[in-house]
């Protein structure tokens, strides 16, 4: 094989592993991002399944335009790279990352071998987009819709086994308390994974479109009832023998789902596979085509310039940065009903903070009060996580309607003010107050609080100023009873004055 061609190899897997250094941050937190990681070795058998059978390559003709759009993606590479270091959680960014590594792979793939070429590699090199994650709109679209048809269809059959139960959103009411469909449950984990194996089944064993469509739907099919049946056996445990044999029976019958689904799409393809696939092209011993030498080089050098650049910009400002007020939360052990509320399991491996605690009692006028604090230490964790999870992302999943957002709203506490956005969610009636708070641990020393609202104002702002995450806390407090939001607000400024307290270990 020509210097040349390794060299080209090179760049490719620079321009991935970039890529795929990102991606790993939801890989490696996210659970239904986990499969992640088999996705590169998966889309490599598929390319060199590929290269065993490729095509004599033709003439691409001019390489005028493929050169001028590959040099535009990268130069293009520069600002994304800048944007995605200040918002690692920004789903776009990754997406527009993503398909810039693909439009580059699928140029030089066309300037080696030509149109044949192009055709015949598209598949494996596009297999990839399946590891990085969907946009959040989208996301969230799916996993709720997902969870309340869940457990709908789960009331539906528990009626039939006589089991009486009410749906409230995602959360299921038996006699013996409410049961939550989580992300697990709904089968948006399974969904994934199921996605991913039948694209590589059906590449594989190069199906037509036909028969790969066929493969496709029986695969969601089949994640989706696996899951109605997980959910169904679990809410029944829960009837017949109480919450404890929920939790002995839940990673067991997510791992049993998990293999069904498997088995299930395995067998489909196997069957599939007896009937015609796509004919393989004849082999070709044609040596392909090499770009020139220092462009490849060329290519290489600025990649890594554009990382370097990018750590620059940030480290530069990042020396001007100035440590912001520590404080923690002075639990009310004394109030009335004082008790803690645990942060469940799933709950807690997706925002895989550092540290969680949620508590609750009522106030002298009977209303209802629920905090809960998370801490992340810094790391490139901090931001993603804490942004994904707002309330009004995670409450409508247990039922509640957002009424308003009524916007952030400075709230003086001791010597400093903490930056709180204020909901409004209903649920049967009833009306919940919403507080929520991002406090970060470093900021710029000419501004002591900083308020980012995730708009896409907001979000560029951040690259200008150099700002990345560098640990922060989340504080939400939500109160029950109070009969307008004003009135929510009194009541909140006056607790905060004694449930937050200024720490006296400030760090260095």
């Not at 929920?246 to 067991?252: K, P, Q, V």
């Amino acid at each position: 094989m020509p210097a040349n061609h390794w060299l080209a190899a090179g760049v490719a897997g620079l321009i991935w592993i970039l890529l795929f250094v990102r991606l790993n941050v939801d890989w490696s937190t996210n659970p239904q991002y986990n499969y992640g990681l088999m996705v590169p070795i998966l889309a490599l058998a598929l390319l060199w399944k590929r290269w065993s059978i490729r095509p004599a390559t033709a003439p691409s003709g001019r390489l005028t335009v493929p050169a001028i759009g590959a040099g535009a993606l990268l130069l293009l590479w520069l600002p994304i790279r800048l944007v995605e270091e200040a918002n690692p959680e920004w789903r776009l960014v990754l997406w527009a990352h993503a398909l810039s590594a693909v439009a580059l792979t699928l140029l030089a793939a066309y300037s080696f071998g030509g149109r044949p070429w192009l055709r015949h590699f598209a598949f494996p090199i596009g297999f990839l987009l399946i590891a990085v994650p969907w946009p959040t709109g989208i996301e969230q679209t799916v996993i709720q819709n997902l969870m309340r048809f869940v457990a709908m269809i789960t009331v539906e059959l528990l009626d039939v086994m006589n089991i009486p139960a009410v749906q409230h959103g995602n959360i299921i009411e038996i006699s013996r308390g409410m049961v939550g469909v989580d992300e697990a449950c709904s089968g948006v984990r399974s969904l994934q994974t199921t996605l991913l194996v039948c694209l590589f089944l059906g590449e594989f064993y190069r199906f037509t479109w036909l028969k790969r469509g066929w493969l496709l739907a029986g695969g969601i099919l089949l994640a989706v009832v696996a899951n109605i049946g997980r959910t169904l056996f679990l809410v029944w445990a829960v009837s017949a023998h109480g919450f404890e044999s929920m939790h002995d029976w839940h990673d067991a019958a997510g791992i049993t789902v998990l293999f069904v689904v498997m088995v299930g799409v395995w067998i489909l393809a196997l069957r599939l596979r007896t009937t015609q696939t796509e004919p393989a092209p004849t082999p070709s011993e044609t040596a392909p085509r090499g770009l020139p030498r220092s462009i490849l080089a060329g290519m290489a050098c600025w990649l890594l310039l554009v990382e370097g650049a990018v750590e620059w910009w940030y480290r530069a400002h990042e020396s001007d940065l100035a440590r912001s007020v520590r404080w923690s939360v002075a639990w009310p052990e004394e109030q009335p009903g004082f008790r803690n509320l645990e942060i469940g399991e799933t709950a807690l491996g997706m925002l895989r903070c550092d540290e969680a605690r949620g508590a609750g009692w009522r106030d002298a006028k009977g209303y209802q009060w629920k905090l809960n604090l998370l801490r992340w230490e810094p790391g490139r964790n901090s931001a993603q996580l804490a942004k994904s999870h707002r309330p009004e992302i995670c409450l409508p999943g247990a039922g509640l309607q957002l009424s308003a957002d009524l916007g952030v709203v400075p709230i003086s506490v001791t010597d400093f003010d903490l930056p709180v956005r204020r909901y409004v969610f209903t649920q049967q009636g009833r009306v919940l107050h919403v507080f929520y708070s991002i406090w970060e641990d470093r900021v710029p020393k000419r501004q002591h609080v900083l308020v980012e609202d995730g708009s896409i104002a907001s979000r560029f702002a951040a690259v200008a100023a150099g700002k990345r995450h560098l640990g922060q806390q989340v504080l939400q407090i939500a109160i029950l009873g109070p009969t307008n939001a004003e009135e929510a607000l009194r009541l909140l400024r006056s607790e905060l004055k004694t449930l937050i307290r200024k720490s006296s270990n400030l760090g260095s």
